[in-house]
């Protein structure tokens, strides 16, 4: 008997349509092709630490870090049932074929059951990247053995056990510094969640530090002989950097502190003796730079999820979790492919479903995207048929499967910007030729730049023109270097320095997938432009919504409700934490590591015994990490942690939150502890500072 195990009921139950003669069952459906069943999620979790010892049961800072010297799995309650009902099918079956999620951790919660029941049936993997009929024919039609994606199992793994050593170590070890400055919170540390709630509380210290500055720019309109054309000056660095003896003496200047540390000038008599004498005579000049270069511009890819959430974001306003929501319904109603997706590109097999896809989208009622679809020419073949590219699953993509309606507006627009990405995929380059030009003028370099289209392609449906900064304008007069030109007029623009953005839910996952441009050590930053973020595409909106919903960020209530702010709970932890906590380097190292783990490169212990080190010397560090005491509570003499009021039998005392450590005793004097008195004592008592497992 052929088994199929699905990731969900929802998948189960179109692989069973597929098998034909779908007959339902108690947990699996039975079918000419075989029986197919269904987990839902992960139905095994990892065990808490007191299940390895009884003594875990108590927080305490000297059993820490806990480290299992073999990992070990249960069921969830929730699943029990089902669980069993697989673990029976498993055991009658002769084949197994296993149909979790294309990515990484769809692998690991079918390989999970199937190593926690101990199976050695032989097992094959189905990669099903959508679940339109056609589809799913194609994939069972091409079966790979399972050992194919060992390594990739072994990267979940990594994954799950790294998580759990940081989280359960560090949570426990900041929580019980936070305990002993007077703090009641669980204060939780995850691998990922900590430095990307570390990148919000950093971002609202700039907002909050900012201060305005003016800055100056001076234009100049230039007459040439075939037309007019505006620059502007760029100070040269040996002026930012050096006396200006140019200047009248009564304004000679150390141009260091004209010039801020982004090369503006901010010193406004400064820029007006500049912009005067520009003004004045001689007003000749000449072009000492004239180039024009041919630029081609290739079509936006398909989405990942992480670019569609990004995408949506601007689009719409949609939080990841909306557009992950949103997407998972499109899959599941068969209109587009899998959505937890990583990749950007499509394999050359797909290609053959074009024609047949874009016939489909020239009948929504989407007018640019109806027009993208009829202008659509199959002759061109994007950057995006890339079989390299490729792992376990390819781009979000519309599927064979035409959109009939039943979705929301939000799964409507979804779709759209899904379908518009496939579609500019037939479509040529974007070709321009783009012109720069520098005019020497008075010992100083004015610049002006500008295109100009040769063929629209891609763009010609698709997105508005780039809009034009300050020193760009659409066309430049035809010139030659050292050609004269003359001045006919200056400008002094002012403008002011603008604090930095807050991060939106969708901009932060931008800036968990671009993590680093946020590292801090410059080495790191150079090794990680190319890392894949930190989190996947599966958990970065869960982990921004988790921070949401334990009260580290909220959405803003001004105008800009869709910005994220940190509370007061997030500043406490991050301050508590170090460096190496909250700043993302080791993450995104260790995310490039179980990449790399997952096509062959490390394994699974080495991961494991870096995390190990790196989880002992941070619960070394949180002994002697410095909170903030809550309410401004006193520290104790003999340990320097705070003191708690407490109520005993004979009354009010005072006692060392660093107990058992620290078994200090104080009376209660008119509300404060009596330091004074030589009836204090270091008996052995219990009082509620200690927290249980079940506060995680």
Known sequence: MRLYIAEKPSMAREIANVLKNPQQG?????????????????????????????????WNDDDLPIVPKQWKLEVDPHTAEQFEIVKKLIAQADEIIHAGDPDREGQLLVDEVLDFVGNKKPVKRILL??????????????????????????????????????????????????RRAGHNDVFPVGRVKTPTLALVV????????????????????????????????????????QPNETLSADKKFLSATAFDSEGRLINKSVAEDFAEKFSTEPHEGKISSYKTTEKKESQPLPFSLSTLQIAAGKAFGYTPQQVL???QSLYEKKFTSYPRSDCEYLPTTQFKDALNILSHLQKTEDKILNQLAS???????????????????????????????????????????????????????????????????????????????????WREFYLAAKSKSDDEIEILPQMKNSDEVTCENVELKKSTTKPPVRFSASSLVQGMKDIHKYVKNAESKKQLKNVYGIGTEATRAAIIDDLIKRGFLKF??????????????????????????????????????????????????????????????????AKSAEINAANDLPRCPRCKSVIIKRKGKNGYFWGCSNFPKCRATFNDKNGKPDFESKKNNSTNFNFGGIISSADF
């Open 26 to 58: 108690y947990g699996y459906i039975k079918t000419s092709g075989g029986i197919v069943t269904w987990l839902i999620g992960h139905v095994l979790k990892q065990v808490d630490p007191d299940f390895y010892d009884e003594k875990y049961k108590s």
């Open 129 to 178: 990247n959508a679940l339109d009929e056609t589809s799913i024919k194609r994939a069972n039609a091409n079966l790979r053995d399972n050992q194919e994606f060992f390594n990739l199992k072994q990267s979940a793994l990594a994954r799950s056990r790294a998580d759990w050593l940081i989280g359960m170590n560090l949570s426990r070890a900041y929580t019980l510094a936070a």
């Open 202 to 241: 950093r971002r609202e210290r700039e907002i909050l530090d900012f201060k305005p500055v003016d800055y100056f720019n001076i234009r100049a309109t230039f007459q040439h002989a075939n037309g007019n054309f505006l620059a502007q000056w760029k100070p040269s660095a040996a002026l930012q950097n």
């Open 325 to 327: 929501d949103a997407a």
């Open 375 to 457: 202008h659509a020419d199959l002759k061109i073949k994007s950057r995006a048929w890339n079989d390299k590219k490729i792992s376990a699953h390819h781009a979000i993509i519309p599927t064979l499967k035409p959109m009939t309606g039943g979705v929301s507006e939000i799964e409507q627009n979804i779709y759209s910007l899904i379908a518009k990405n496939y579609a500019v995929q037939f479509y040529g380059l974007h070709i321009y030729d783009e012109t720069k030009v520098e005019v020497k003028y008075k010992a100083e370099r004015f610049t002006a730049s500008g295109r100009v289209v040769k063929v629209q392609g």
């Open 556 to 621: 803003m209530k001004d105008k800009n409700k869709k910005n994220l702010q940190p509370t007061e709970k997030a500043f406490l932890l991050i301050d508590a934490l170090p460096d190496e906590m909250t700043y993302p380097d080791a993450t995104a190292i260790w995310e490039d590591k179980l990449h790399s783990m997952s096509e062959g490169d490390g394994t699974l212990e080495d991961f494991l015994a870096g995390q190990v080190d790196f989880t002992t010397a941070l619960c070394r560090k």
